[in-house]
């Protein structure tokens, strides 16, 4: 029957946007979210292959929307089922005016065991921040594998934290009651027991 669904992580800033809407024989919903110091303009959306209008209809449509929003952001991710392959005249020129790339190199509509197609797509203008782009069979949909893709990113190392410990093979209870009694005196430690 249709419907769009997009989960986004309660931790991640994020906002639907409304500028723009598709008319009902369009399935799309745009969102912002902020993902560390970079605003990215994300659009979930599904294309029907039975849409009579076809593919230059869907994708005219789309253009439509990425004119008004792209103003505001120089991010963007577009996912779903396009119906579509990236080598398809209409995605392909689709592409090009954007200087867009489709992440997913893998199969992913297997509707036609012989043939299957990539109409899954993860597209953005930004292909060099991921990484590790690829299919997953979630079990989910009769003949469609979920694509998933990372974010390239990179963390301060921190630095090692070191842990001093005794070997008890040898253990002196002598020196280590000297230990103990030395760290007390050095810090000033209090203790409450309860009786």
Request: net charge negative.
């Amino acid at each position: 029957g249709g419907g769009l669904l997009i989960y986004v992580n309660e931790d991640i800033p994020m906002k639907e946007l409304d500028l723009h809407t598709f008319p009902d024989d369009i399935e799309g919903m745009f969102i912002e979210i902020n993902l560390g110091k970079r605003k990215w303009l994300l659009f979930g959306s599904y294309h029907p292959p039975t849409n009579k209008s076809g593919d230059e209809y869907y994708f005219k449509h789309v253009e439509r929307a990425l004119d008004i929003y792209c103003s505001n952001y120089e991010n963007f991710i577009l996912l779903g089922d396009f119906n579509s392959e990236d080598t398809e005249a209409c995605l392909s020129d689709f592409l090009d005016q954007y200087d867009a790339k489709n992440l997913v190199k893998e199969k992913t509509c297997f509707k036609n065991v012989n043939n299957p197609s990539c109409v899954d797509l993860i597209i953005t203008n930004q292909p060099n921040l991921f990484q590790h782009t690829t299919t997953l069979s979630t079990g989910l949909s009769d003949f469609h594998k979920m694509v998933v893709t990372m974010f390239k990113t990179s963390y301060e190392k921190r630095v090692p934290k070191q842990i001093t410990y005794r070997k008890y093979r040898n253990f002196d209870q002598k020196g280590f009651n000297c230990d103990l009694e030395y760290a007390l005196k050095k810090h000033v430690v209090t203790c409450y027991r309860d009786f």
